[in-house]
């Protein structure tokens, strides 16, 4: 089945203590994303890679890292998380060329800082 | 960068009436315009989208019309049913890479929570 895979889930953690939020896809695509649901303000992209080694800044990466070592891999790295880091974050991937869709989103990780 | 606003954040209707959201965008190099549908603790999911080589597209219930030269573009929904009650996020992009725009890039307006009453 294709889809974009996200862990945790849920996360609960302290301010400070570094985290890894993992996201996988089994589609081949070339791009991914990572964007964070806040009531009010919809969906805004932190970070996006349009291939391996490729990435890019979205509206809001203040406090946030990625990598793309493998195609199918896209992390979210948290190195001092503070509680205004609080949201539901979702990865989403789709492929590359004007003939294709828009992102296929994972199911999202609800992420606490206490 | 893109800015995309939409209209309005709330919208409630009764069963059978129609829904209109409307979205307006800031960036001229954006051609793909997607619409997506987010029910209450689920990921989105992509509805219905448009190119902008085209001016309107349907699929049962649904369409998506765009004008491009005032940047804005609008989903309606007819015949509403109490499934159709969900957020709605319209979006905006650059599938390539023309002026400059960074085609990575999905830019999301603020969402519009539809509520169809029975």
């Known amino acids: 089945e294709a889809q974009v895979t996200q862990n945790p889930r849920y996360l609960i953690t302290v301010t400070g203590k570094k985290l890894t939020v993992t996201c996988s896809q089994n589609?081949?695509?070339?791009?991914m994303s990572w964007y964070r649901q806040d009531p009010g303000l919809g969906l805004r992209q932190i970070y996006y890679?349009?291939?391996?080694?490729?990435?890019d800044k979205g509206d809001v990466p203040e406090g946030y890292k990625v990598s793309r070592k493998e195609k199918r891999n896209f992390p979210l790295i948290l190195e001092s998380p503070s509680p205004n880091q609080t949201s539901l974050y979702f990865c989403?991937?789709?492929?590359?060329?004007?003939?294709?869709?828009?992102?296929?989103f994972g199911s999202g990780t609800r992420l606490t800082v206490v | 960068g893109e800015n995309v606003e939409q209209h309005p954040s709330t919208l409630s209707v009764q069963e059978g009436d129609s829904a209109v959201i409307k979205c307006t965008y800031s960036?001229?190099?954006?051609?793909?315009f997607p619409w997506y549908k987010q029910e209450l603790g689920k990921r989105p999911q992509l509805i219905i989208d448009?190119?902008?080589?085209?001016g309107e597209k349907k699929d049962q219930r649904i369409a998506v019309t765009l004008n491009k030269t005032a940047k804005h573009f609008s989903l309606h929904i007819t015949e509403t049913q109490p499934e159709d009650s969900a957020v709605y996020f319209c979006?905006?992009?650059?599938?390539?890479?023309?002026?400059?725009?960074?085609?990575?890039?999905?830019?999301f307006g603020q969402g519009t929570i539809l509520t169809v009453h029975p």
């Open positions: 890679s349009m291939n391996v080694e490729v990435t």
């Open positions: 448009i190119r902008s080589n085209v």
């Open positions: 960036d001229s190099a954006s051609n793909y």
């Open positions: 979006a905006a992009s650059a599938t390539s890479n023309a002026g400059g725009t960074s085609y990575g890039k999905l830019t």
């Open positions: 989403a991937s789709r492929a590359a060329g004007t003939g294709n869709r828009g992102y296929t």
């Open positions: 589609m081949n695509h070339e791009y």
